[in-house]
């Protein structure tokens, strides 16, 4: 199976590219756009609401804890890399239900 082009492995775990829909009427996870996978998130984009919503969502679908989840690139931006610590590509695809 190949991986998404949304996916990269490191050697530590995975890196995932997202593009973030805040405000959204439900938190789920999308389809692949492109090199990013689309999530909604219900929380707005202030004060970080939607980065932390962000984080919860993948960490609960992943069952993992929120601490393995790391927000890298896009703080301020729909489009982010996020950093998921010491797991699979096929670990984090069968989690997103991919």
């Given at each position: 199976m190949a991986t998404p082009s949304y996916l990269r492995e490191q050697p530590d775990g995975v890196l995932l590219s997202v593009k973030v829909q805040p405000r959204a009427s439900a938190n789920q996870i999308g389809e692949a756009l492109g090199n990013e996978l689309?999530?909604?998130?219900?929380?707005p984009p202030v004060d970080a609401a939607a980065n932390e919503a962000l984080v919860r969502l993948l960490a609960e679908k992943l069952d993992c804890p929120r601490s393995r989840v790391e927000l890298?690139?896009?703080?301020?931006?729909r489009h982010k890399v996020l950093k998921l610590h010491g797991l699979s590509a096929e670990a984090v695809l069968a989690g997103l239900g991919q």
């Open positions: 689309r999530i909604k998130v219900t929380a890298l690139r896009g703080h301020t931006s």
